[in-house]
């Protein structure tokens, strides 16, 4: 066995595409690097981006049931994600510190780059205590940035998750874009428009291949500051869908035994989720 830190990593752990693959996905297994087990047994996963680490927090569940079926006697019972440039652990206990248990429940410290210090909020409400707390208390900002190597610190939102389900040859393209526009801005009305709107898809039909066309025309170049973030992958509807906040399905008429014909109608719930669906 050997160590990394405080991380564990026995011997069948480095054989990646016998355990990590057929339980995180060929699709997700690419963006997520397991990193090694703690003393309580909890997997550590490093996620290479923003999109990855909140979709793969929302997955947590199937990946761990998937998990207990390809590694039934190491009892892994829990995933810790962090982002390759993670704020460590003693600046995230220090962020707490100053901000009070309270408001650093709203506003969560997320990740550095380079110098910089990026927070995620739950609303803007919690944006702005956060800053009617530091005008107030700016000496301690300063120190806990200084101490921690931060030159100043900026703010994202928890993005609105929505989750794209469409079947082969739905043929009305031009009905998807228009319903992708409607929905980045009716889903972020409620939480507030400074929420991004984060697309999960598949990589297999014709939508699947517009949304990714449609997302990469509305991303900014630097995903902290952009209004959407895209996350294809190879996850299963059944996987996906359930993870998010809205699912919008795109079918054909196929008969009462069409998977979506059965699991995802239109103004019902799949597993709490509310669904929006269109047929062709």
């Given at each position: 066995?050997?160590?990394?830190?405080?991380?564990?990593?026995?011997p069948w752990f480095e054989?990646?595409?016998?355990?990590?693959?057929?339980?995180?996905?060929?699709?997700?297994?690419?963006?997520?690097?397991?990193?090694?087990?703690?003393?309580?047994?909890?997997?550590?996963?490093?996620?290479?981006?923003?999109?990855?680490?909140?979709?793969?927090?929302?997955?947590?569940?199937?990946?761990?049931?998937?998990?207990?079926?390809?590694?039934?006697?190491?009892?892994?019972?829990?995933?810790?994600?962090?982002?390759?440039?993670?704020?460590?652990?003693?600046?995230?206990?220090?962020?707490?510190?100053?901000?009070?248990?309270?408001?650093?429940?709203?506003?969560?410290?997320?990740?550095?780059?380079?110098?910089?210090?990026?927070?995620?909020?739950?609303?803007?409400?919690?944006?702005?205590?956060?800053?009617?707390?530091?005008?107030?208390?700016?000496?301690?900002?300063?120190?806990?940035?200084?101490?921690?190597?931060?030159?100043?610190?900026?703010?994202?939102f928890e993005p609105v998750?929505?989750?794209?389900?469409?079947?082969?040859?739905?043929?009305?393209?031009?009905?998807?874009?228009?319903?992708?526009?409607?929905?980045?801005?009716?889903?972020?009305?409620?939480?507030?428009?400074?929420?991004?709107?984060?697309?999960?898809?598949?990589?297999?039909?014709?939508?699947?291949?517009?949304?990714?066309?449609?997302?990469?025309?509305?991303?900014?170049?630097?995903?902290?500051?952009?209004?959407?973030?895209?996350?294809?992958?190879?996850?299963?509807?059944?996987?996906?869908?359930?993870?998010?906040?809205?699912?919008?399905?795109?079918?054909?008429?196929?008969?009462?035994?069409?998977?979506?014909?059965?699991?995802?109608?239109?103004?019902?719930?799949?597993?709490?989720?509310?669904?929006?669906?269109?047929?062709?």
């Open positions: 066995m050997t160590q990394s830190g405080d991380l564990s990593r026995p054989d990646l595409a016998a355990w990590w693959v057929p339980a995180a996905t060929e699709g997700a297994a690419p963006h997520l690097e397991p990193l090694g087990l703690d003393s309580r047994n909890a997997l550590h996963v490093s996620c290479d981006s923003p999109a990855w680490h909140i979709q793969t927090r929302l997955l947590a569940p199937a990946i761990l049931k998937r998990l207990a079926l390809v590694l039934p006697d190491v009892g892994i019972g829990a995933l810790v994600l962090s982002l390759s440039t993670t704020v460590t652990p003693a600046a995230a206990a220090a962020w707490h510190e100053l901000l009070g248990p309270d408001l650093a429940q709203r506003v969560k410290p997320f990740c550095r780059r380079e110098r910089e210090l990026w927070v995620i909020a739950g609303s803007a409400e919690a944006r702005d205590a956060l800053e009617q707390h530091f005008e107030q208390h700016t000496d301690a900002l300063a120190d806990f940035l200084a101490g921690y190597g931060f030159t100043l610190w900026r703010c994202t998750m929505v989750a794209v389900v469409s079947a082969p040859g739905f043929p009305d393209l031009d009905l998807v874009g228009n319903v992708l526009l409607e929905t980045w801005h009716d889903a972020t009305q409620e939480p507030g428009p400074e929420h991004p709107l984060l697309l999960t898809y598949g990589e297999r039909t014709e939508v699947d291949r517009y949304v990714d066309d449609w997302v990469n025309q509305h991303t900014n170049p630097d995903p902290m500051t952009s209004r959407v973030w895209g996350s294809p992958s190879t996850l299963t509807d059944f996987e996906r869908a359930p993870a998010s906040h809205l699912c919008l399905a795109f079918g054909l008429h196929r008969g009462p035994k069409d998977f979506l014909h059965m699991q995802l109608r239109d103004g019902t719930t799949w597993s709490g989720v509310p669904v929006r669906r269109w047929d062709r």
